[in-house]
């Protein structure tokens, strides 16, 4: 996928940063602060090897049925108007309804065939979700408190032109300092499908030179890196099938 961040205590507005490096336990550790997440409803060997990176790097396995990990006391903005960017790595299995990453009523969610935020109101602001299953795909998401019309979402590092796919957002929509990735806090039938890494949480929002920059410096001996989002495309595939798109 991308290079992991060097120095994440020095970054000033990471809230949070899951690696999920781990190779066993019920925990998963925030390489920025404090804010461990747990893992529930798993038994701890459902770290797997990663094909993001070379070398012995892990992520998380979630098994559709009822796994999920649970963050809290989060120091993001609840302020109206304020925005938190979340980006991870995802490898969808394509299960409807799932799930990858939600505070407690403001999430990202896959519904019908669509994939973008939902404020539990069985709505979608967002786009298709075609073409997003069975491969890792980078997500970086936006959300603005109080108006969800401002939020961006970023799917391999390209801005998405989004829309009111179905039905209509609460209007009160806001994150909050609990989060939950691979599932929901309190719905218990949309679980997650798939594989997640790198999770990383931010108070503001991100540019797409910020989201772009934070990954793999441009060079041509990194493109050998896998998945990787470098300043002119990146890297996709699965197992030992690997394609570099370039950006447009």
Not at 93 to 100: A, Q, T, V
Not at 135 to 143: E, G, L, S, T, Y
């Amino acid at each position: 996928m991308y290079r992991e961040l060097t120095n994440p205590s020095g970054e000033s507005n990471l809230v949070a940063y899951y690696k999920l490096n781990e190779t066993s336990g019920t925990s998963a550790a925030d390489s920025k602060g404090s804010y461990t997440g747990t893992l529930n409803n798993m038994a701890g060997n459902e770290w797997v090897t990663s094909p993001a990176f070379f070398g012995p790097k892990s992520c998380i396995s979630f098994d559709g049925v009822d796994d999920k990990i649970s963050l809290s006391n989060l120091n993001v903005s609840t302020t109206s108007g304020d925005k938190t960017t979340v980006e991870f790595w995802m490898y969808w299995d394509g299960n409807l309804g799932d799930f990858p990453f939600s505070f407690d009523a403001y999430d990202l969610w896959f519904y019908s065939s669509y994939f973008g935020f939902n404020t539990f109101n069985t709505d979608v602001y967002g786009i298709s979700s075609a073409g997003l299953s069975n491969k890792w795909v980078h997500v970086a998401a936006i959300f603005n408190n109080g108006d969800v019309t401002q939020n961006v979402l970023y799917i391999n590092g390209v801005e998405q032109s989004l829309s009111q796919q179905t039905g209509t957002p609460s209007g009160t929509e806001v994150v909050s300092t609990t989060a939950t990735i691979g599932g929901h806090a309190t719905d218990n039938w949309n679980w997650f499908a798939g594989e997640i890494d790198e999770i990383r949480i931010w108070n503001g929002a991100r540019t797409a030179a910020e989201i772009r920059g934070k990954h793999v410096p441009h060079t041509h001996r990194q493109r050998k890196q896998p998945f990787g989002l470098l300043q002119h495309g990146f890297w996709q595939g699965h197992g030992s099938t690997r394609f570099f798109h370039q950006w447009r």
